[in-house]
Every structure is written in structure tokens, then in C-alpha cells.
């Protein structure tokens, strides 16, 4: 399983456009990213899944530079909600099922 | 509503003994996925099955012990307990027995507590 890593935490404000980024340069051929949101005593919450470019939906862009070895999750115009913990998973299910999550990135977001 | 049911949401018992934390997942969904996590700490992937056998495997401690049931739903049993396993247990499901290109849908938890 590719290994990940995360800044430990980010601060930013209302209104903002947010960029985290997650280096994986291990990652393998078949592998995907995926990003997941947790907030505090809730379960985590899918995101955002990609494989390469830019895949992008109602909540969250992801980034995919061409090497793969590192992708950026964009949120737009963050509020007050989005305060949580955002985790970067790299992995090929087909290789290896455990589904590995880090410490993830915890961003506050202040008024 | 991610659709997966835990229970109990809350649990507090003695060091010592033995309790079972139960999963439903979503319907349909074929695998089960168990993480353990502890105050501020990541989540720690303990055990996997997909319908009905274990797939894979992580950090899960010989006092653990999990199975699930031809119904799909799943059971965590925790024995001899000791104080560092209060913790918030997540049980996750997913349709595939390869969670890498979908998602895993996440119950609330449950936390217990050891005292």
C-alpha cells in the first residue's frame, strides 16, 4: 500500500478557496485516490475519488499532476462546517484490501 | 444516514471483561470493514470481511476477534479488557471486495469506554 503523507494541519478562513496536499510517491500503476472527511466522533465520510487529471463533483476538485506522486484536494469557498479531518488514501484493493487511513489533515477554518 | 447501523452507541464496562460490538451494513453491501480509534489518534484498521469470510487483515489484537454472519451483518468481540481500549470502534461497509475504486460508508461508532 502506497504510504501518504499529509501536512499534520491547516488553518484558513471563511470564504476561502483551501488546497491539501497529499505526497504518495510509491504509488503503484493500478492504484487510486481517494480523500475522506471526518468530523470529531462521526465516522469519516467519503469525498472525492480519482485515478489521474481532475476529477471534480458538488463538494470537492481533486488534482492529479501527470507522475501521480502527489494529488491536491481543493475546497472551494470553505465555511465554518468544513473544520474536520481530511484524509489522503492511496491503495489497490486487488493487491492489498486494507483500507489504511493516516492521521489525516486536521483544517480549521475561522471566521 | 450512511445506512450502516452500530450498536450499542455507547458502552462502559470493567477492565477484565468481555463485550461484543455489533454492524449492519448498508443493504447490499457485501463487505465489512472494523477501525479502532482511540482519543486524537488515526483510525487503525483492524479486520475486513467480505461476505462472510475474513479478506484482510490489520493490527487487531489476539483479545479481538470478529466474524460476520451469513446475513451480512458483523460482530466485533473485544475480551480481557484493559483500560487502552476505549476507543471509538467504526464499522464500515462497501459493496465491492475492493474498496479502493468506490467508498466506504461509515456508521456513527461505538464508543466504548474501560474503566
Known amino acids: 500500500l502506497a504510504k501518504t503523507t499529509q501536512p499534520i494541519s491547516m488553518d484558513s478562513y471563511e470564504g476561502q478557496e483551501v488546497n491539501i496536499t497529499c505526497s504518495h510517491n510509491n504509488i503503484a500503476t493500478n492504484d487510486y485516490i481517494t480523500w475522506y472527511q471526518q468530523f470529531p466522533s462521526q465516522g469519516p465520510r467519503f469525498i472525492i475519488q480519482?485515478?489521474?487529471t481532475k476529477v471534480t463533483n458538488e463538494v470537492a476538485s481533486l488534482f492529479i499532476p501527470a507522475d501521480r506522486k502527489s494529488s491536491t484536494l481543493s475546497l472551494p469557498r470553505v465555511s465554518l462546517s468544513d473544520t474536520a479531518v481530511y484524509y489522503c488514501l492511496v491503495g489497490d484493493g486487488a493487491r492489498d484490501d486494507k483500507i489504511i487511513f493516516g492521521k489525516g489533515t486536521r483544517l480549521h477554518i475561522l471566521p | 444516514d450512511s445506512g450502516v447501523t452500530q450498536t450499542p452507541k455507547h458502552l462502559i464496562t470493567a477492565t477484565g471483561q468481555r463485550v461484543t460490538l455489533r454492524c449492519s451494513p448498508r443493504?447490499?453491501?457485501?463487505?465489512v470493514y472494523w477501525y479502532q480509534q482511540s482519543l486524537d489518534q488515526g483510525l487503525q484498521f483492524l479486520i475486513q470481511y467480505y461476505n462472510g469470510e475474513e479478506r484482510a487483515k490489520g493490527n487487531i489484537l489476539e483479545r479481538f476477534s470478529a466474524q460476520q454472519f451469513p446475513d451480512l451483518h458483523s460482530e466485533l468481540n473485544l475480551s480481557s479488557l484493559e483500560l487502552g481500549d476505549s476507543a471509538l470502534y467504526f464499522c464500515a461497509s462497501s459493496l465491492l471486495q475492493r474498496a479502493d475504486t468506490g467508498e466506504l460508508f461509515f456508521g456513527e461508532g461505538s464508543r466504548l469506554t474501560v474503566l
Open positions: 443493504s447490499g453491501d457485501l463487505s
Open positions: 480519482g485515478y489521474k
